[in-house]
Nanobody, 124 residues
């Protein structure tokens, strides 16, 4: 089993930056990929970014490309999400997820481990 704990959320103004971090513990040797998803009020949870833990590739949803960057350190079992130029529409609860399979990284049903989430609120 893998446990995930997120940190770094908060309340910021538009155009500010935040850095989210997620630490993994437990059976971290089983992790093939890690990702960030988010869920805004009254909306479905959506993919934000993912990282292939073994190959190093990264993917970002179009709405955050050029503003958000996922990075990770598999020696430290951490994955980060640097969020720059934040917009009010980025307001959501952000969840860290991990998968023990090398599959389509943007599909949340492929992830078998989830953190509790951290709230990000961006005011205009």
């Amino acid at each position: 089993h893998v446990q995930l704990v997120e940190s770094g959320g908060g309340w910021v103004q538009a155009r500010d930056s935040l850095r989210l971090s997620c630490g993994a513990s437990g059976r971290t040797d089983s992790i093939h990929g890690m990702a960030w998803f988010r869920q805004a009020p009254r909306k479905a949870r959506e993919f934000v970014a993912a990282m292939d833990w073994r190959g190093g590739g990264t993917w970002h949803v179009d709405s955050v490309k050029g503003r958000f960057t996922i990075s990770g350190d598999n020696a430290k079992n951490t994955v980060n999400l640097q969020m720059d130029s934040l917009k009010p529409e980025d307001t959501a609860r952000y969840y860290c997820a991990a998968t023990s399979r090398s599959v389509n990284w943007w599909i949340q049903s492929n992830y078998n481990y989830w953190g509790q989430g951290t709230q990000v609120t961006v005011s205009s």
